[in-house]
């Protein structure tokens, strides 16, 4: 009797292209749907306080699932997978997840976005396990204001000893720093940031506020564009611009003169690249989601538990994939004026 979860190898053919061309290059999983933060553009606690209900365990994909799917995500083209949440160290034994996605045929960048809590308990194991690199989020060195943009959760002293304990595991590819930049809230803290790990190998990047969910009452006047920002840091520290390490990149990166390391930009308002864009979601639940800014994905957790072959679920992801036209932030202002509600970042990650 044939078992419906082995996997089958496949023929060797072109991976998918959507309707625009793109490939899919990247799968970006969320492993937990909670977060130890409630940072107000993204898990505001007026919305996500302790009457919210998320999901149970049994509602949450296993290990096997979402080893499976990134398996047959593998076979469809996908090199690249990112762990995030939520918070994804909220997840129990995480590590074992790793080292699983560690060992399937294709996947050669296995990385992690989390706001840095916990990983002095998790940096060690995760670096055993197989885990590539690691995205710190953090908004700002001020102690009083990291606390409010935490939403009153987070401690800035015990994310800065977790990049440092990440430092120390010795990931191969480095630790990099995820700050979202807001005017009138953090924008006065970004050369803070920058001389802090300037010359410490450790790259900060900056990203442009987003209006990812429903609940960040976001507004254009906030954002701060990415060429404001380099302006004043080329000031104070010169910079020289650099290639893009691949197609499709996201960050535009650049390089301090005096060889003190790099930094790079996330411009997704000012200098949209959708046309780049090569990654696919998986939210805690089992939903594949083609964009940050969707408004509805595909149901992927039902088909996992009804007993679906792997070549059922792999043409599934292949047909979403050869469907997709999402371009949010080409389209913004005439998208948010219909303003149908999106799926909110803690379900699929930043």
Sequence with gaps: MTDPHAHTEIAAEAPPRDTRGRPLHDLRISVMDRCNFRCPYCMPESTYGEHYRFLGNDERLSFDEIERIARLAGDLGVSKLRLTGGEPLLRPKLAELVARLRVIPGITDLAMTTNGVLLTRHARDLRAAGLDRVTVSLDTLDP???????G???ALDEVLAGIE?????????????????????NEHSVLDVIGRFRGTGIVPRLIEYMDVGNRNDWNRE??????????????????????????????????????????GTISSVSQPFCGGCSRARLSSDGTLYTCLFAVQGTDL?????????????????????????????EEREER??????KIEMHYIGG
Aim: glycine letters at 8%; a positive charge; charged letters at 30%.
């Design 144 to 150: 009083a204001l990291f606390h409010r943009m935490s």
């Design 152 to 154: 009153g959760r987070g």
């Design 165 to 185: 304990a990440a430092q120390a595991a010795g990931f191969p590819q480095g630790v990099k720093l995820n700050t979202v930049v807001q005017r009138g809230v």
């Design 222 to 263: 906030a954002v701060v564009p990415s060429a404001e920002l380099i302006a004043a840091i080329d000031a104070r520290w010169p910079l020289d611009a650099l290639p893009a390490k691949y197609p499709g990149e996201v960050a535009t990166r650049f390089r301090f003169r005096d060889g003190q390391g790099e930094i």
């Design 301 to 329: 957790r039902a088909p996992l538990r009804d007993g679906s072959s792997d070549d059922v679920l792999r043409e599934r992801l292949r047909q979403v994939w050869l469907q997709r036209a999402d371009r949010y932030s």
């Design 336 to 341: 948010r004026q219909r303003s149908r509600p």
